[in-house]
Structure formats: structure tokens, C-alpha cells
């Protein structure tokens, strides 16, 4: 059974600094693209930032410049380095990841919670 597990959130101040990590477990099988997502409260579910095995990256606009998704394969982990967060990153961020067992399969973490106040 894969499982995707999901570290580093919690409190920070405006222009803060967090970095998220998820490590994935259960298959023996390589993992494809990985990627973080984020659900604001009363927000649909959207795509912050992927990255490929070969380790090209895509970013949603409002983070480009400010987040740095990176991944070590051996470790089958993503992460996730976020610098100079604003309150309107606040959300629940998950991870996951596409592998290939036979046929392509998505799995997602369970979550962490990133709030950014004063």
C-alpha cells in the first residue's frame, strides 16, 4: 500500500519562511511527476507547484519566484521551500504523487496545515 507522508507546516509570521516534505512509502515501483497542491478554506483544491523525475518544474503564478519545489528520487521525497509567505498562502497543502504500477495511479497525502498570521 502506497502512502504519502506529509511534514513541516504550522505557524509562521508574514514574510516567514516554511519547508514542507513528503515521503512516500509502500512501493517498489519509480514515481512519476510529484507535486504539492493547497485547499484554502471554502477554495477548491489547486496546484501549487510539480516537478518531474527528471526534475523539470511548473509553479502556479502566485508562488513563482517565492517557492522552490525540489525531490530526491532515492529517497522517493518532494519538498516543498516556501520563503516569503503571506497570509494568503494559508491553507491545507497536500502532496502527491503519480507512479506507475501497470497502469498510472494517484495518491495523495493526508496533509499539513500552513498558516500564516501575525
Known amino acids: 500500500q502506497v502512502q504519502l507522508v506529509e511534514s513541516g507546516g504550522g505557524l509562521v509570521q508574514p514574510g516567514g519562511s516554511l519547508r514542507l516534505s513528503c515521503a512516500a512509502s509502500?512501493?517498489?515501483?519509480?514515481?512519476?511527476?510529484m507535486g504539492w497542491y493547497r485547499q484554502a478554506a471554502g477554495n477548491q483544491r489547486e496546484l501549487v507547484a510539480g516537478i518531474t523525475r527528471g526534475g523539470t518544474t511548473n509553479y502556479a503564478d502566485s508562488v513563482k519566484g517565492r517557492f522552490t519545489i525540489s525531490r530526491d528520487n532515492a529517497k522517493n521525497t518532494v519538498y516543498l521551500q516556501m520563503n516569503s509567505l503571506k497570509p494568503e498562502d494559508t491553507a491545507v497543502y497536500y502532496c502527491?504523487?503519480?507512479?506507475?504500477?501497470?497502469?498510472?495511479?494517484?495518491?495523495w497525502g493526508q496533509g499539513t496545515q500552513v498558516t500564516v498570521s501575525s
Open positions: 509502500g512501493s517498489s515501483s519509480s514515481i512519476d511527476n
Open positions: 502527491n504523487a503519480k507512479i506507475y504500477m501497470g497502469a498510472y495511479y494517484i495518491y
